[in-house]
């Protein structure tokens, strides 16, 4: 029997993300080629042959791991965005970055892509801290935490020691 996780990934990246990267997202989320500012659209010449690889690993990314599935069993189903975004200002002008949400329910197999993408922007995520978490989609006892930290992510399990349900009849 396989398991399904409810992954949620919320982050700022950098206005330096490098386009390959920032394709890369788009690609695994299917955001459509398209005018509005909702749903940037592709580098021109983008191929998804060539993904950008995540460090010292020769793979590309297979699937769109992303991607929202319309008839998701998540409440209030899935969702991928990701859209350029003023955070503030400085003396330079607006501070803009690339504000990145996904929430989508995951095969376990599959888990490994996760962990892969969060290493692929975790050098360009702008804030550290929280960054998503994952939970078991029919055990609420199981969460982790996705923190990134000076360039770098690591999960964190969350799951905490003698939890007592109540059960009502």
């Known amino acids: 029997m396989s398991y399904h996780y409810e992954v949620v990934i919320s982050c700022f990246l950098t206005g330096r993300t490098p386009e390959p990267v920032l394709d890369t997202l788009r690609w695994l989320c299917d955001l459509k080629v398209t005018t509005s500012e909702d749903s940037p659209e592709l580098s021109p010449g983008f191929d998804p042959s060539g993904l950008h690889d995540v460090p010292d690993d020769d793979e590309d990314f297979p699937y769109q791991t992303l991607r929202p599935d319309p008839d998701s069993y998540l409440a209030g189903g899935e969702i991928a965005r990701l859209r350029s975004q003023i955070r503030g200002f400085n003396e330079s002008g607006d501070v803009v970055e690339w504000g990145f949400y996904a929430r989508t329910l995951v095969l376990d197999d599959d888990m490994g892509e996760i962990y892969r993408i969060l290493e692929l922007i975790a050098p360009y995520v702008s804030d550290d801290g929280y960054g998503g978490h994952e939970r078991e989609h029919y055990d609420s006892d199981?969460?982790?935490?996705?923190?990134f930290s000076g360039?770098?992510?690591?999960?964190?399990?969350?799951?905490?020691?003698?939890?007592m349900r109540l059960e009502v009849p």
């Open 142 to 147: 199981q969460v982790s935490l996705y923190l």
């Open 151 to 163: 360039g770098t992510e690591r999960v964190k399990d969350l799951r905490p020691a003698g939890v």
